[in-house]
């Protein structure tokens, strides 16, 4: 891709609706097709995890209006840790969201691994590094409504998302 000087490998995009609302071994493999997709956990481990990797996200809210936040060290950890994901170092105008749930484990419907009292994945109807169920949540419902697409650093609603990587 050609955002932000290019090279980039896109590991998630939601442009309209389709169910991402899928078991763990699913998003271990991954699943989609060009316009909605998740890489898949197994995949991005491969890449990322050696280390020297960035993260950009990509937001588009209703109207059009982009934003974006920009990771410069991410990774996401192999199956035995539970896909635990890290990142650091945040710049970008679409606000902070992924420091909230830095370090946490993957959750998905059949696989909680959240710190809340329920499982944020079924509550969400998603999967994602929870900590809480209400800090990001880019694989939720393609609904038009905060129940769906979610970034509390950017406060509207989001009609589309992807997140993609590259050495740093």
């Given at each position: 891709?050609?955002?932000?000087?290019?090279?980039?490998?896109?590991?998630?995009?939601?442009?309209?609706?389709?169910?991402?609302?899928?078991?763990?071994?699913?998003?271990?493999?991954?699943?989609g097709d060009e316009h909605n997709f998740w890489l898949g956990n197994e995949n991005i481990f491969a890449?990322?995890?050696?280390?020297?990797?960035?993260?950009?996200?990509?937001?588009?809210?209703?109207?059009?209006?982009?934003?974006?936040?920009?990771?410069?060290?991410?990774?996401?950890?192999?199956?035995?840790?539970?896909?635990?994901?890290?990142?650091?170092?945040?710049?970008?105008t679409a606000g902070d969201s992924l420091s909230y749930t830095n370090n946490m484990a993957f959750s998905?419907?059949?696989?909680?691994?959240?710190?809340?009292?329920?499982?944020?994945?079924?509550?969400?109807?998603?999967?994602?590094?929870?900590?809480?169920?209400?800090?990001?949540?880019?694989?939720?419902?393609?609904?038009?409504?905060?129940?769906?697409?979610?970034?509390?650093?950017?406060?509207?609603?989001?009609?589309?998302?992807?997140?993609?990587?590259?050495?740093?």
């Amino acid at each position: 891709m050609e955002t932000d000087g290019g090279g980039w490998t896109v590991i998630q995009r939601r442009v309209s609706d389709s169910d991402f609302y899928k078991s763990w071994a699913e998003y271990k493999a991954g699943f989609g097709d060009e316009h909605n997709f998740w890489l898949g956990n197994e995949n991005i481990f491969a890449m990322t995890g050696s280390e020297g990797y960035r993260l950009r996200v990509d937001l588009t809210a209703v109207g059009g209006v982009t934003k974006y936040a920009l990771y410069q060290q991410f990774a996401v950890a192999w199956e035995g840790d539970l896909y635990r994901f890290s990142v650091a170092n945040y710049s970008g105008t679409a606000g902070d969201s992924l420091s909230y749930t830095n370090n946490m484990a993957f959750s998905a419907k059949d696989r909680e691994n959240d710190m809340s009292s329920g499982n944020c994945a079924m509550w969400r109807h998603s999967a994602w590094w929870y900590t809480g169920c209400c800090y990001a949540d880019l694989n939720g419902p393609h609904v038009g409504t905060r129940e769906g697409l979610f970034w509390i650093g950017y406060l509207e609603l989001l009609t589309s998302s992807e997140m993609k990587i590259r050495r740093g």
